[in-house]
């Protein structure tokens, strides 16, 4: 009986081959990842806004940049999905967090943000290599080497503040700095 | 045309002439494209079972359109269990005769 079952799947096409370059878990994990994206843009942006309102204006475009380059890796991930056949879903994004005590709380929260993105990508790679997923592994270089600039960046922020301080002139000067903290290596 | 996957109460099966799938429900049979599969799966997928069992869905009912709203189904609780049992299956069928084909080249 089992001998007939395999005999009987080598005859058949591997239709789903044919339709999808990449694996089917593969495939709800990126729309996952897509979802840890969307996310952290909107928590961006919530921090954007309290920056704005407390007069930390650096601060705020910052995070409203930010806000708009996590979109942009959500973008790449839903596109790669579609145009490998599978199916991009949409992402719904609830509880945004939009109180913050400090500044320094803002960054210290940008920061386990970015390590627990890392992780779930890194989570995925290894799912890949499990199932033999090459091009989505390759795909997912980018996103490694990204995950590894934004850790640094917010990591040069909250250096920032050890130097400087978290409050009164100390704050204002550090919001000035905060423009030089992006892309110090990359550039 | 070949059985993927047989559960209590659906059938799939595998066109490779006209490159799709059939599902055979108890009433009758529809015809899928590879990405209304996929749509049907991540329908299933969302079914909330333990609504079922909690109070929340007070009927026991689900509702599913599928293939762009052609086709209309609803399912009771034991259906539903079924249902995804039997999407699993299916994709693991499939998983399976991806690997022994990539596998016997
Ligand atoms: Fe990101
Ligand atoms: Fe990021």
């Not at chain 1, 930010?66 to 719904?92: C, L, V, W």
């Not at chain 1, 040069?156 to 009164?168: I, N, P, Q, V, Y």
């Not at chain 2, 599928?66 to 034991?78: A, D, K, Q, S, Y």
Request: charged share 25%; glycine share 4%; hydrophobic share 40%.
């Amino acid at each position: 009986m089992e001998q007939y079952l395999e005999l009987n799947y080598r005859e058949m096409k591997d239709l789903v081959r044919q339709k999808l370059s990449i694996h089917v878990d593969i495939m709800d994990l990126l729309n996952k990842q897509i979802e840890k994206e969307a996310h952290s843009s909107s928590a961006y942006l919530a921090m954007a806004s309290w920056c704005d309102h407390n007069a930390l204006s650096n601060s705020a475009d910052f995070f409203y940049e930010q806000a708009a380059e996590e979109r942009d890796h959500m973008m790449k991930i839903f596109r790669y999905i579609n145009d490998n056949g599978g199916t991009a879903y949409s992402p719904e994004v609830g509880g945004v967090n939009h109180d913050f005590k400090s500044l320094e709380e803002i960054f210290e929260t940008a920061l386990d943000q970015e390590i627990s993105i890392s992780k779930s990508i890194h989570n995925l790679v290894g799912k890949c290599r499990k199932v033999n997923d090459y091009t989505t592994e390759y795909f997912l270089q980018w996103f490694i080497g990204e995950q590894m600039e934004e850790e640094q960046t917010m990591r040069r922020a909250l250096e920032l503040f050890d130097l400087m301080g978290t409050e009164g002139l100390g704050l204002k000067l550090l919001d000035e700095r905060i423009p030089q903290i992006r892309n110090k290596n990359a550039e | 045309m070949k059985v993927l996957h047989q559960s209590q109460f659906f059938i799939s099966y595998q066109c490779d002439k006209q490159r799709c799938f059939f599902i055979k429900f108890p009433h009758k049979t529809i015809q899928l494209g590879f990405c209304q599969l996929l749509a049907f799966r991540q329908q299933v997928k969302e079914i909330d079972l333990e609504a079922h069992f909690n109070g929340q869905n007070t009927h026991g009912m689900e509702m599913l359109m599928l293939c762009n709203r052609e086709h209309f189904f609803v399912f009771n609780t034991l259906e539903s269990i079924d249902l995804k049992e039997f999407l699993t299956g299916t994709f693991a069928m499939l998983e399976l005769n991806s690997l022994l084909t990539t596998s016997s080249v």
